[in-house]
Nanobody
Framework: QVQLVESGGGLVQPGGSLRLSCAAS????????MGWYRQAPGKQRELVAA???????NYADSVKGRFTISKDNAKNTEYLQMNSLKPEDTAVYYC??????????????WGQGTQVTVSS
């Protein structure tokens, strides 16, 4: 079993900052890649940012220069630093982790989601 626990969402004014965290625990052999997705009401879930095991990052055009994804390999934790937040960033944010489990195989796991609301 693998568990992902997200934290860090909340309400922030436009221009503000938030930092999301996602900690993975359980039957983890190694982590292949980590990412953050978001889903706004009435819209499809979209990729926000991703980071590979080697540290290569990828961002949606809408967040480039404002958001930064990072990870702590020792803690099996990923982070999303969100700066210069805009109302259009309002969504439920989900972490996603691709994990090689101790029993073998590569599996995709999702966090429970955390609400980010950008509003004055």
């Amino acid at each position: 079993q693998v568990q992902l626990v997200e934290s860090g969402g909340g309400l922030v004014q436009p221009g503000g900052s938030l930092r999301l965290s996602c900690a993975a625990s359980g039957s983890i052999f190694s982590i292949n890649a980590m990412g953050w997705y978001r889903q706004a009401p009435g819209k499809q879930r979209e990729l926000v940012a991703a980071i590979t095991s080697g540290g290569r990052t990828n961002y949606a055009d809408s967040v480039k220069g404002r958001f930064t994804i990072s990870k702590d390999n020792a803690k099996n934790t990923e982070y999303l630093q969100m700066n210069s937040l805009k109302p259009e960033d309002t969504a439920v944010y989900y972490c996603n982790v691709q994990i090689f489990t101790v029993v073998g195989g590569l599996y995709n796991f999702w966090g429970q989601g955390t609400q980010v609301t950008v509003s004055s």
